[in-house]
């Protein structure tokens, strides 16, 4: 008989891409349902306190996080002087896919459901990266993301996708609405009202943190109640 892993896991991950190491949080809530991995937009990394609100926020739904930086150290440093990987989406989304690699590798949430949630480039990440796995993405969120820069790859996304964007960013509401028609799965664009690009607004990224939850909530559903869940190994010293 299976025994459920009964407190809260989190260690620092280490996820191999290549010959580079990304750095990252890894969080286990007891009896998680499935595992969201986040991309972050160009100039933020895995400290973005926009994304831990809503990570917080899964995890009391009983969904593990991974936050990691999709750049290293140095090519964030490089990215500053030249832009050159902001909106290289297929770099992201390979990036993003070692990560779900990574995920699927490790004894505690290997077999655990994955969604993406992505945030402005990082969104066209990971509908492109969903768009490649197409079995393996179970669903997507996008916050104030930008989804037409995913490009043809969107007919191809095979998952339930959420696009949530502030009704006072326009611009990016705009490029949402036709990001949605060009997507052929189960979809919704919803808007917070009174929200701008950030979701900086009194009580707005609370909403976007509840929304993301009950979407993932709705389609990760294995559970790690029906397997052993080892604690966490510590990893090697670095």
Not at 47 to 74: I, M, Q, W, Y
Request: proline letters at 6%.
């Amino acid at each position: 008989m299976s025994r459920e892993v009964s407190e809260h896991s989190r260690r620092e991950a280490t996820i191999p891409v290549g010959d580079v190491l990304l750095s990252g949080d890894l969080e286990i809530p007891p009896g998680s349902r499935g595992i969201v991995v986040f991309a972050h937009g160009s100039g933020s990394g895995r400290f973005s306190p926009r994304n831990r609100l809503v990570a917080r926020a899964l995890r009391e739904g009983r969904l593990a996080t991974l936050l990691f930086d999709l750049l290293t150290a140095e090519e964030e440093e490089a990215e500053v002087e030249t832009g050159h990987l902001r909106f290289d989406i297929g770099f992201l989304a390979g990036r993003l896919l070692a990560a779900m690699d990574w995920v699927g590798s490790q004894p505690p949430t290997r077999g655990l459901d994955v969604g993406f949630f992505g945030a402005s480039t990082g969104a066209a990440a990971a509908l492109v990266a969903a768009a490649e796995r197409s079995s393996g993405v179970s669903a997507v969120v996008s916050r104030g993301g930008r989804p037409d820069l995913a490009g043809a790859m969107l007919s191809r996304v095979r998952c339930p996708t959420l696009l949530l964007v502030g009704g006072e960013d326009r611009a990016v509401l705009r490029l949402n609405q036709e990001a949605l028609g060009r997507l052929d799965v189960e979809k919704k664009l919803q808007i917070i009202p009174g929200a701008t690009h950030l979701f900086e607004e009194p009580g707005a990224l609370d909403q976007v943190a509840g929304i993301a939850r009950e979407w993932f909530v709705r389609y990760l559903k294995s559970s790690a109640a029906s397997r052993p869940r080892p604690p966490l190994a510590p990893e090697a010293p670095r």
